[in-house]
């Protein structure tokens, strides 16, 4: 039975910004028409290039931007019409960088107990307990409570972002490239520190990432964004296994792998990404892919639910290519 804690309808954010000198402003449209349901308990995980619309989709999630169309839902109440507190009591983010998203001149005790101050929790005596009971489960020894952030490693620092983000339970959590600025070897620990949480608080994830390995190992399902759009979604296993859309088989394809002699693959994608201001017609992806046909570039393409959902026109009249497979590694 589908229980959405997420629903975005046509969902669109338009920015106005200059075309240049004496030219005006002209429309860019960051997000462009996004219908996406997120259910409880699962992890979505938003993958795509640079500059896609990722993160201000997920701004968009946190009330921080408003949609310039179309409705977005947070457990069923209108983000637009929420309070901001109450949405800060349903969902709450981790940060891509935890040198930047931690104040430098607070304590890790008060940093971890703000959240509790600013949605008026009601028992200020608990705070310190709550905040020393979070560290102990995302693996913060006590002691430094009363350090700052500074004083802590990388890894340490996200911890204090995960405390922070998790102290008043909210259920949903958006994770924004949370491993990126960590070293590999600490990677691993923060990630399967938020799979023991998740199962621990009954959480839902938004995880947003460039790291395809990351999104594989993490989600539960996968959404693909292009220039707006969300041009593919799957379980991940089938995604990964047998992708449909041209650009999502061209994103696994660039993933780098250890077998020597192969050299850096080529996704054959070029070098130019599309203008965002001045999007291709039709299918904005066709000016880049390797299957297109004359009428990609002239019509826009449907949604078509293929075990999934995919908007691309090969599988627009109901015929399905059959997927590359990805190379075993």
Known sequence: MSDPVIEASDVTRTFMISAGFMRGKQPLHAVNGISLNVERGEVLGIVGESGCGKTTLAKMMLGLLEPTSGTLRLDGKL?????????????????????????????????????????????????????????????????????????LSG??????????????????????????????????QILNLLQDLRGEFGLTYVLISH??????????????MYLGRIVE???????????????????????????????VPDTHLGAAYPNPIDPPSGCTFHPRCAQVMDHCSKQAPPAVANGGMVECHLYAHGGGRKSPKRKSK
């Open 211 to 224: 790291n395809l390995a990351v999104v594989e190992h993490m989600a539960t399902r996968v959404a693909v």
């Open 233 to 263: 979604q799957a379980d991940t296993d089938t995604l990964f296994k047998a992708p449909k859309h041209p650009y999502t088989q061209a994103l696994l394809g660039s993933v780098l792998t250890p077998e020597p002699g192969l050299g």
């Open 155 to 188: 890894g340490q620092r996200q911890r204090v972002a995960i405390a922070r983000a998790l102290i008043n339970r909210p259920k949903i959590v958006i994770c924004d490239e949370p491993t990126s600025a960590l070293d590999v070897s600490v990677q691993s």
């Open 79 to 151: 983000v637009g019409a929420a309070h901001r507190i109450e949405v800060a009591r349903i969902l709450q983010p981790i940060f891509q960088d935890p040198y930047s998203s931690l104040n430098p001149r607070k304590s890790i005790g008060d940093i971890i107990m703000l959240p509790l101050k600013v949605q008026n929790d009601p028992d200020p005596a608990t705070w310190r307990k709550r905040a020393e009971d979070i560290m102990d489960l995302v693996g913060l020894p006590t002691r430094v409570y009363n350090n700052y952030p500074n004083q």
